[in-house]
């Protein structure tokens, strides 16, 4: 399954409190700056803007 290999990645959203569905529909500007402030890799999470 395809979804899987951003389990991980799901993870740790989590963990730092983000909701990947609310990050979809941030525009992605405001996105970076959330997982930024996480301390995330935006490039991790680029799938989000898919």
Same mark, same amino acid.
């Given at each position: 399954?395809?979804?899987?290999?951003?389990?991980?990645?799901?993870?740790?959203?989590?963990? @730092?409190? &983000?909701?990947?569905e609310? =990050?979809?529909?941030? +525009?992605?500007?405001?996105?970076v @700056?959330? &997982?930024?402030?996480?301390? =995330?890799?935006?490039? +991790?999470?680029?799938y989000?803007?898919?």
């Amino acid at each position: 399954m395809l979804d899987a290999e951003y389990e991980p990645f799901r993870d740790q959203l989590s963990l @730092a409190g &983000l909701s990947e569905e609310e =990050l979809r529909e941030m +525009d992605p500007d405001d996105r970076v @700056a959330a &997982l930024e402030k996480a301390n =995330l890799d935006p490039y +991790d999470f680029i799938y989000l803007a898919c």
